[in-house]
């Protein structure tokens, strides 16, 4: 599985961003695709997720101001990230990943950064 994410950029404070993310190759495995964040020196933390029937997972502080929504379509899975109301607190760089379903290691995108200026 490759993942492909997209989106990023420079927003200021209250405006919004839509991030992508493409996955190709063995997309039938993938149960879970979302998406975490990373700012630097501190860990990776978990922003939003969706399962490939729909059920979408968010944290506390992003769950009244991002969606998530996926597109299982046949050669490859999409999974968008619409980030609104953005803060300055937002501004870290975000990367896709996707769950297998079963055991075995997630997969993660290459990170896009997104910076969110006051």
């Given at each position: 599985v490759q993942l492909q994410a997209s989106g990023?950029?420079?927003?200021?404070?209250g405006g919004s961003l839509?991030?992508?993310c493409v996955a190709s190759g063995n997309i039938?495995?993938?149960?879970?695709?979302?998406w975490f964040r990373q700012t630097p020196g501190k860990?990776?933390?978990?922003?939003?997720?969706?399962?490939?029937?729909?059920?979408a997972t968010f944290a506390d502080d992003v769950s009244d101001r991002f969606t998530i929504s996926r597109d299982n379509s046949k050669n490859k899975n999409t999974v968008?990230?619409?980030?609104n109301s953005l803060k300055?607190?937002?501004t870290a760089v975000y990367y896709c990943f996707a769950e297998p379903y079963g055991s075995g290691d997630d997969y993660w995108g290459q990170g896009t950064q997104?910076?969110?200026?006051?």
């Open positions: 990023g950029g420079l927003v200021q404070v839509r991030l992508s039938f495995s993938i149960n879970v695709m979302g860990q990776r933390e978990f922003v939003a997720s969706i399962t490939r029937g729909g059920r968008y990230l619409q980030m300055p607190e937002d997104v910076t969110v200026s006051s």
